[in-house]
């Protein structure tokens, strides 16, 4: 079974050339939801490291990842030997499953963690924000608070992604829920906030109009506007994070050069690829890009919403559907 | 094999037999594995529970459930409104470009075909772009520059969902009529007339019914597309919870992740969806079945032409209209949004540029690896599923074997099994229950395309067989060839221009193809269809635009390219 399975894996990266050129002493397969640019100009900074290892990287949603491992899983092989994400939940559910290596990363000591239970399963390499996101035309008076997009100007208007498509938009919605409570989200639905598609569809309906506002993704709206779109981009004082973990499939073959990967994500030289996309690093001696609204990564841990992230994982499901209800006025 | 094998001249009577079961058994071997296991799973799997006990209250249970009831309505009520809109429209047309004195008819006739070539998950993107309530850029340009209060349309609703299945379906109805209408006898009109029937008459009496068959028949064709069909209620509908049957069973497949629980609601709508599939099938041989000794009167006539007078200058500028409106508008907003750095912003000089072309065809591995995926996977199935045609078709059309019949049966199968039923199929199938697992590997795409398209090639190969006389290969038998020399020299050489009819029919449409491989795809099986639809999803909408113009340049280069090659071969 697992034979014909690497058979058949090898003939179809054969078959359609996916399979890296450079033939290296070391080798890795990478899942992550990490956009295209980033995790290639990462791994460019990495090849010259590590020149004798090579990535083979497949760059799709968190979800599609799942889905992949599960049914490898199912084969009785799982190919990707690092998954790098930011479904928090997901790592969660690896680690209680036992599929995840315990590894601390050789710079661990100098980085940002966001967990406090770590131990090694997975590791946070990036710090992702949510803030709001308007539509410069349509708003002229910058929301300095949550309860601002309650104002007229957001009524039937405000879009927040889907949370049963994207885990950033099911970790801010848990946020706001620990911090305002659910009288926040009916108020919401007072002012006939929007479920939208995914986290980055409500940024571009954002930019063409369709809403004057949203919850968004920080290296999603800094990459708009820096590209010239009407958008502008606010922290409100209580800031909403979402860290990505990088984790090590346990049994893998290929441990260390999967080791080096996870020990070069938390350098500086990897930390300020990701600051320049307009997401925190977890490194404090890392530059914050000037398009994000925040002096330092430290700061925004000090003013971001605490919550308990094993928690978050329990109450998925129905977190998920009393929004829903709530926003779809069926409660 | 060689010609000049000393042996191969002889005649060997027993060889011949034996290749004709070879040759059945390997048919109905291919269209077993290929399509009757995917639906006989799809059908287990929605009656028999887990412990193996035919159970018939589940199903109603998953058929009540609100959200797979009203999916099951959402499916009806747009496959309805499609099927009457795009009836009307597609005949309106086809009796304007046959039957009235239309300046640049051949011109019109062309363009009304085109929508055949364009995807209409692109079409609803396009619409998406123009008609979106608050940022649509018509709905804009009424609200900014005529001081509209309100969007004059919401293309988020059922009315949008219909209008673009209707402009890019109606072309259906509309190659049914015009053949229709070209092809009748003018004779039976005109006895009528020097009988001293009226124009309302004759039309009443003869014409209408002379051409209903193909009317109905397109019409069944078109019910049977939009019941099916996934892209445009994905597009438009998903946002504001309008789901049909394919996109809902995309739904559950997606968020079951992998893990098969919710697949069986998702086996449940596609039985549902085989059956009204087959039933409309069903009606549509009996319909033209009935109706085609009346219609193929032989060689086609030049009919009789209806003078528009004062109405043919509005009609042609009305024509004109719709061909703007319905081909060139969505198409020109693709280009140029996908020219666009980031969506919202002005169509300036100084913000439009072919960057985002650039990016998707040189720099970013998503989509390049899309494309080559799209055109090695239309490639290696339109190859295979136009052998494996020539085959089963020639066994159909040609064999008299015993068990014929059951070849027969299952080769109906393909026609009836809409694209999402087939993604299911497969996945139950190949993912690893009886052995093999191809599930998020290309492999899985290429047996699901090959199911898809087989009814392609099997329309195509036995029409081309049909023509070639019993006889020929009676008297190449007769003059000491063997079975296989005869099926060489005489048959494949005859039924040549079939099998690359069916090439091209099933190459062309699996480029863009999106209802099987969105359900299939893994993170790097990507199909040209499933970049656009994901890239729009992830909020790139200017990328997915650019990307939806190059598959749009791509459909177009092909056929293109293939009405040239098939003009030269008639020749």
């Given at each position: 079974m697992r034979k014909k399975l690497l058979a058949a894996s090898l003939a179809v990266s054969l078959g359609l050339g996916l399979v890296s050129q450079a033939s290296a002493a070391e080798k890795m397969i990478l899942y992550t939801s990490m956009k295209e640019s980033l995790i290639g100009a990462i791994y460019e900074k990495f090849k010259v490291k590590h020149p004798d290892v090579t990535i083979d990287y497949q760059s799709a949603g968190a979800g599609k990842l799942m889905a992949k491992i599960a049914t490898e899983r199912q084969a009785g092989k799982v190919l990707a030997d690092v998954l790098w994400t930011s479904e928090v939940p997901d790592f969660y559910n690896l680690k209680k499953e036992g599929m995840l290596e315990t590894y601390v990363p050789a710079q661990f000591g100098e980085v940002i963690n966001p967990f406090p239970d770590h131990d090694g399963s997975f590791t946070a390499a990036r710090l992702g924000t949510l803030g709001i996101v308007y539509n410069t035309q349509l708003v002229k008076k910058a929301p300095a608070e949550w309860d601002d997009v309650l104002k007229p100007e957001f009524n039937g208007a405000y879009g927040i992604a889907n949370p049963a498509l994207s885990g950033t938009a099911y970790m801010s919605i848990s946020l706001l829920v620990k911090q305002f409570g659910w009288e926040y989200i009916e108020k919401l639905a007072a002012n006939k906030a929007k479920i939208g598609k995914g986290s980055g569809q409500v940024v571009d309906d954002t930019a063409s109009g369709e809403l004057a506002g949203c919850i968004g993704v920080d290296y999603i709206t800094i990459d708009k506007i820096k590209k010239g779109a009407k958008l502008a981009y606010v922290f409100p004082k209580e800031i909403l994070i979402a860290p990505s973990p990088v984790a090590i499939i346990k049994g893998t073959p290929n441990l260390s050069a999967a080791k080096k990967f996870v020990d070069f994500l938390l350098t500086k030289e990897a930390q300020e690829v990701i600051a320049s996309e307009g997401t925190l690093s977890v490194r404090n001696d890392v530059k914050v890009a000037p398009e994000l609204p925040i002096a330092s990564a430290e700061e925004a841990v000090k003013r971001s919403i605490k919550v308990d992230y094993k928690s978050l994982e329990d109450e998925k499901q129905t977190t998920i559907k009393k929004f829903t209800d709530i926003l779809q006025g069926k409660k | 094999m060689s010609p000049t094998s000393p042996t191969s001249s002889a005649i060997k009577k027993d060889s011949g037999f034996g290749a004709a079961q070879i040759i059945l058994t390997l048919s109905i071997g291919i269209l077993v594995v290929v399509v009757a296991v995917p639906v006989l799973l799809i059908f287990l799997n929605a009656f028999w529970d887990n412990n193996n006990d035919f159970n018939l209250a589940a199903v109603v249970k998953v058929l009540s459930e609100p959200d797979t009831y009203q999916a099951l309505?959402?499916?009806?009520?747009?496959?309805?409104?499609?099927?009457?809109?795009?009836?009307?429209?597609?005949?309106?047309?086809?009796?304007?470009?046959?039957?009235?004195?239309?300046?640049?008819?051949?011109?019109?006739?062309?363009?009304?075909?085109?929508?055949?070539?364009?995807?209409?998950?692109?079409?609803?993107?396009?619409?998406?772009?123009?008609?979106?309530?608050?940022?649509?850029?018509?709905?804009?340009?009424?609200?900014?520059?005529?001081?509209?209060?309100?969007?004059?349309?919401?293309?988020?609703?059922?009315?949008?969902?219909?209008?673009?299945?209707?402009?890019?379906?109606?072309?259906?109805v509309f190659i049914q009529v015009c053949g229709a209408l070209e092809h009748m006898d003018p004779t039976l009109e005109e006895s009528a007339r020097i009988s001293g029937a009226g124009l309302g008459t004759i039309t009443r009496k003869i014409t209408i019914p002379l051409v209903l068959p193909s009317i109905l028949s397109g019409a069944l064709l078109i019910m049977l597309y939009s019941m099916a069909h996934f892209g445009t209620v994905a597009v438009l509908g998903i946002e504001n919870g309008i789901f049909n049957i394919p996109t809902l069973i995309y739904e559950k497949i997606h968020q079951s992740a992998g893990s098969f629980e919710s697949i069986r609601t998702g086996t449940v709508l596609a039985s549902v969806l085989v059956i009204t599939a087959a039933f409309i099938i069903w009606m549509q041989?009996?319909?033209?079945?009935?109706?085609?000794?009346?219609?193929?009167?032989?060689?086609?006539?030049?009919?009789?032409?209806?003078?528009?007078?004062?109405?043919?200058?509005?009609?042609?500028?009305?024509?004109?209209?719709?061909?703007?409106?319905?081909?060139?508008?969505?198409?020109?907003?693709?280009?140029?949004?996908?020219?666009?750095?980031?969506?919202?912003?002005?169509?300036?000089?100084?913000?439009?540029?072919?960057?985002?072309?650039?990016?998707?065809?040189?720099?970013?591995?998503?989509?390049?690896?899309?494309?080559?995926?799209?055109?090695?996977?239309?490639?290696?199935?339109?190859?295979?599923?136009?052998?494996?045609?020539?085959?089963?078709?020639?066994?159909?059309?040609?064999?008299?074997?015993?068990?014929?019949?059951?070849?027969?049966?299952?080769?109906?199968?393909?026609?009836?099994?809409?694209?999402?039923?087939?993604?299911?199929?497969?996945?139950?199938?190949?993912?690893?229950?009886?052995?093999?697992?191809?599930?998020?590997?290309?492999?899985?795409?290429?047996?699901?395309?090959?199911?898809?398209?087989?009814a392609f090639s099997l329309k195509a190969n036995s029409a081309a067989l049909e023509q070639v006389h019993d006889s020929l290969v009676e008297a190449a038998r007769a003059c000491g060839a063997t079975m296989w020399q005869a099926l060489r020299d005489i048959v494949l050489p005859l039924v040549r221009p079939g099998m690359l009819a069916a090439f091209f029919l099933i190459f062309l449409p699996s480029l863009r193809e999106l209802t099987v491989s969105i359900m299939l795809y893994a993170p790097t099986t990507r199909t040209i269809g499933v970049a656009i639809y994901t890239l729009n999803e992830d909020g790139e909408t200017v990328r997915s635009a650019a990307m939806a113009g190059v598959a749009l340049i791509l459909i177009i280069v092909g056929q293109t390219l293939i009405n040239r090659f098939t003009a030269k071969h008639k020749r």
């Amino acid at each position: 079974m697992r034979k014909k399975l690497l058979a058949a894996s090898l003939a179809v990266s054969l078959g359609l050339g996916l399979v890296s050129q450079a033939s290296a002493a070391e080798k890795m397969i990478l899942y992550t939801s990490m956009k295209e640019s980033l995790i290639g100009a990462i791994y460019e900074k990495f090849k010259v490291k590590h020149p004798d290892v090579t990535i083979d990287y497949q760059s799709a949603g968190a979800g599609k990842l799942m889905a992949k491992i599960a049914t490898e899983r199912q084969a009785g092989k799982v190919l990707a030997d690092v998954l790098w994400t930011s479904e928090v939940p997901d790592f969660y559910n690896l680690k209680k499953e036992g599929m995840l290596e315990t590894y601390v990363p050789a710079q661990f000591g100098e980085v940002i963690n966001p967990f406090p239970d770590h131990d090694g399963s997975f590791t946070a390499a990036r710090l992702g924000t949510l803030g709001i996101v308007y539509n410069t035309q349509l708003v002229k008076k910058a929301p300095a608070e949550w309860d601002d997009v309650l104002k007229p100007e957001f009524n039937g208007a405000y879009g927040i992604a889907n949370p049963a498509l994207s885990g950033t938009a099911y970790m801010s919605i848990s946020l706001l829920v620990k911090q305002f409570g659910w009288e926040y989200i009916e108020k919401l639905a007072a002012n006939k906030a929007k479920i939208g598609k995914g986290s980055g569809q409500v940024v571009d309906d954002t930019a063409s109009g369709e809403l004057a506002g949203c919850i968004g993704v920080d290296y999603i709206t800094i990459d708009k506007i820096k590209k010239g779109a009407k958008l502008a981009y606010v922290f409100p004082k209580e800031i909403l994070i979402a860290p990505s973990p990088v984790a090590i499939i346990k049994g893998t073959p290929n441990l260390s050069a999967a080791k080096k990967f996870v020990d070069f994500l938390l350098t500086k030289e990897a930390q300020e690829v990701i600051a320049s996309e307009g997401t925190l690093s977890v490194r404090n001696d890392v530059k914050v890009a000037p398009e994000l609204p925040i002096a330092s990564a430290e700061e925004a841990v000090k003013r971001s919403i605490k919550v308990d992230y094993k928690s978050l994982e329990d109450e998925k499901q129905t977190t998920i559907k009393k929004f829903t209800d709530i926003l779809q006025g069926k409660k | 094999m060689s010609p000049t094998s000393p042996t191969s001249s002889a005649i060997k009577k027993d060889s011949g037999f034996g290749a004709a079961q070879i040759i059945l058994t390997l048919s109905i071997g291919i269209l077993v594995v290929v399509v009757a296991v995917p639906v006989l799973l799809i059908f287990l799997n929605a009656f028999w529970d887990n412990n193996n006990d035919f159970n018939l209250a589940a199903v109603v249970k998953v058929l009540s459930e609100p959200d797979t009831y009203q999916a099951l309505l959402n499916s009806i009520i747009i496959a309805c409104g499609t099927t009457l809109g795009s009836t009307a429209v597609g005949t309106f047309f086809a009796w304007l470009v046959t039957r009235t004195d239309l300046p640049y008819k051949k011109f019109m006739k062309g363009m009304f075909l085109v929508p055949f070539m364009l995807p209409s998950f692109i079409g609803a993107l396009a619409w998406k772009m123009l008609l979106s309530p608050r940022a649509g850029y018509i709905n804009r340009f009424f609200m900014d520059t005529l001081g509209f209060d309100n969007p004059i349309f919401n293309i988020y609703s059922y009315a949008g969902i219909v209008m673009v299945e209707i402009m890019y379906l109606f072309p259906f109805v509309f190659i049914q009529v015009c053949g229709a209408l070209e092809h009748m006898d003018p004779t039976l009109e005109e006895s009528a007339r020097i009988s001293g029937a009226g124009l309302g008459t004759i039309t009443r009496k003869i014409t209408i019914p002379l051409v209903l068959p193909s009317i109905l028949s397109g019409a069944l064709l078109i019910m049977l597309y939009s019941m099916a069909h996934f892209g445009t209620v994905a597009v438009l509908g998903i946002e504001n919870g309008i789901f049909n049957i394919p996109t809902l069973i995309y739904e559950k497949i997606h968020q079951s992740a992998g893990s098969f629980e919710s697949i069986r609601t998702g086996t449940v709508l596609a039985s549902v969806l085989v059956i009204t599939a087959a039933f409309i099938i069903w009606m549509q041989n009996k319909i033209l079945g009935k109706g085609r000794y009346q219609i193929i009167a032989g060689k086609s006539f030049r009919p009789m032409e209806l003078k528009l007078r004062g109405l043919r200058i509005p009609l042609l500028i009305f024509c004109l209209a719709y061909i703007g409106f319905t081909i060139v508008l969505p198409t020109a907003v693709i280009f140029l949004v996908g020219a666009l750095p980031t969506y919202g912003l002005p169509f300036t000089l100084e913000n439009l540029s072919l960057e985002n072309y650039k990016f998707i065809l040189f720099d970013f591995k998503v989509t390049r690896d899309a494309i080559f995926n799209s055109v090695t996977l239309g490639l290696a199935a339109a190859l295979i599923t136009m052998f494996a045609g020539v085959m089963i078709s020639y066994v159909i059309v040609k064999m008299k074997v015993r068990g014929k019949g059951i070849l027969e049966f299952l080769g109906m199968l393909p026609f009836s099994v809409p694209g999402s039923v087939i993604a299911l199929g497969v996945i139950l199938a190949w993912s690893g229950k009886f052995g093999i697992n191809l599930y998020n590997t290309v492999w899985i795409i290429l047996v699901a395309y090959i199911a898809r398209y087989m009814a392609f090639s099997l329309k195509a190969n036995s029409a081309a067989l049909e023509q070639v006389h019993d006889s020929l290969v009676e008297a190449a038998r007769a003059c000491g060839a063997t079975m296989w020399q005869a099926l060489r020299d005489i048959v494949l050489p005859l039924v040549r221009p079939g099998m690359l009819a069916a090439f091209f029919l099933i190459f062309l449409p699996s480029l863009r193809e999106l209802t099987v491989s969105i359900m299939l795809y893994a993170p790097t099986t990507r199909t040209i269809g499933v970049a656009i639809y994901t890239l729009n999803e992830d909020g790139e909408t200017v990328r997915s635009a650019a990307m939806a113009g190059v598959a749009l340049i791509l459909i177009i280069v092909g056929q293109t390219l293939i009405n040239r090659f098939t003009a030269k071969h008639k020749r």
